[in-house]
């Protein structure tokens, strides 16, 4: 792996390859010194022109973790405010010889365009509109810890599915891997090729409808930052129609789970009592995030290809 740019730029053997890298590296957050040598003398550069608590600081400590020096730059505060461009700053940053940079921006497929600058890997971690690869990574790993394997389940990606890069590259991967992905949500807040994303994919504009006999519920948030205009009537009827509550969850199956890549909007996209619940696995969502970020991580910056490294390394 060169790039982590896009979930379609990968085959099922590279989706498997990263999952069971991750999985060898999941034991490391258990340990009392929490690293292993893989990027030991090569440095992660974080590059941030988004807000972001999660995929932020699962970067950080999965490149701390894998013992690599890390930089983190974030847009607020740096010559970017004074009207310095992004192939500038790139190539300002490229200057300290980073080996991956990781790679946050408000434009849909800016990371395409950075890989084409620099001798870096790039690593998408969420570009616009466009895709976030290693949510949706980190989605499938958190699925099969606690499910198992999920090819044939049914999972239902819920809300704000026009805006989510999450929703994307969930469709994609999960397509991939033969799950039926259901998308819903209101008319306004659904993209028009929703179908086209794969063969498995089918859009739903009735909320009971999509969720009835699920296996995964995944709430997205309504992204209030890159609405055009009054597209849902108010907060309050959206989590009436399209808000995650006891009500609607059993109409799920009785085992079924509750996902969310967060932030989340309580009693708006989910109640508290389900995000919070048993059945919740939002915050395993957050912990295997790291084990995945320090597989791809690896993967992308230099490694010998024919060594795999193990946990007990």
């Known amino acids: ?22 999985e060898r590296f999941a034991e490391v957050s258990d340990r009392d010194i929490k690293k292993v040598p893989a990027l030991r003398g090569r440095m992660v550069l974080n590059l941030f022109y988004e807000a972001s608590t999660r995929t932020r600081s699962s970067f950080e400590l999965a490149a701390k973790r894998l013992s690599a020096d890390v930089v983190n730059f ?11 461009s992004l192939k500038d700053t790139v190539l300002t940053l490229s ?6 940079i990781v790679l946050r921006t408000p434009w849909a497929g800016a990371a395409e365009l950075v890989s084409r600058w620099c001798a870096a890997a790039i690593v998408n971690a969420g570009d616009g509109k466009h895709e976030h690869p290693t949510q949706a990574l980190l989605d499938v790993y958190t699925l099969r810890r606690r499910v198992g394997e999920i090819d044939g389940a049914s ?13 994307r590259s969930n469709a994609l991967l999960l397509g991939a891997l033969g799950v039926e992905v259901r998308l819903c ?4 807040l659904m993209p028009r090729e929703a179908q086209a994303l794969g063969p498995t994919v089918k859009a739903f504009e009735r909320f009971e409808a999509a969720v009835e006999g699920a296996d995964v519920v995944m709430m997205l948030r309504i992204q209030t ?3 055009a205009g009054a597209m849902i009537a108010s907060t309050r009827e ?7 509550s006891a009500r609607t969850l059993a109409l799920a199956k009785p085992d079924a789970i509750v996902m969310h890549p967060g932030p989340i909007n309580r009693g708006v996209e989910i109640d508290s009592e389900l995000a919070d619940g048993e059945r919740s696995v939002i915050l395993e969502q957050v ?3 790291i084990a995945v970020r320090m597989a791809v991580l690896y993967l992308c910056a230099g490694h010998q290809p024919e060594h795999v490294i193990s946990s007990t390394e």
């Open 185 to 188: 949500g209101p008319r306004t």
């Open 287 to 289: 912990t295997n995030g």
């Open 74 to 84: 974030a847009a607020s505060g740096s010559s970017v405010e004074k009207g310095e």
């Open 155 to 167: 999972i239902w990606i819920v809300g704000d599915v026009l805006h989510s890069r999450v929703a």
């Open 225 to 227: 930052e890159r609405l």
């Open 95 to 100: 200057a300290h010889k980073p080996d991956a």
């Open 238 to 244: 959206y989590a009436r129609t399209f808000g995650l």
């Open 1 to 22: 792996m060169n790039h982590l740019l896009s979930i379609a730029d990968l085959e099922r053997a590279d989706i498997e390859r990263i999952v069971a890298q991750a």
